[in-house]
Nanobody, 120 residues
Framework: QVQLEESGGGLVQPGGSLKLSCVAS????????MAWYRQAEGEQRELVAS???????NYAHAVRGRFTISRDNDKTTVYLQMNNLKPEDTADYHC??????????????WGQGTQVTVSS
């Protein structure tokens, strides 16, 4: 099992910045892709950004150029630096991890989420 714990959410004014952190613990060997998803009230969960163990990144069009995903050398902590935040970025942000188990099967893990509110 992998546990994911997010932190760093909060209330920020439009144009401001926040940095989210997600720490993976437990049986983390085999964790490859990690990502941030977000879910606004009444909306479906959507991918914000992802990063693989080889540090290949991918971003949603809406955040490209404003958000940066990164990962520690130990590969168990992932960050999301969010700049120039907009009201439409308001959502619950969830950390995600994809792990290849010893059996070869893939397992998905989710954090509980951290709320980001962008408002003046």
């Amino acid at each position: 099992q992998v546990q994911l714990e997010e932190s760093g959410g909060g209330l920020v004014q439009p144009g401001g910045s926040l940095k989210l952190s997600c720490v993976a613990s437990g049986s983390v060997f085999g964790v490859d892709r990690m990502a941030w998803y977000r879910q606004a009230e009444g909306e479906q969960r959507e991918l914000v950004a992802s990063i693989t163990s080889s540090l290949t990144t991918n971003y949603a069009h809406a955040v490209r150029g404003r958000f940066t995903i990164s990962r520690d050398n130990d590969k168990t902590t992932v960050y999301l630096q969010m700049n120039n935040l907009k009201p439409e970025d308001t959502a619950d942000y969830h950390c995600y991890a994809l792990k290849r188990e010893r059996s070869g099967q893939l397992a998905e893990y989710w954090g509980q989420g951290t709320q980001v509110t962008v408002s003046s």
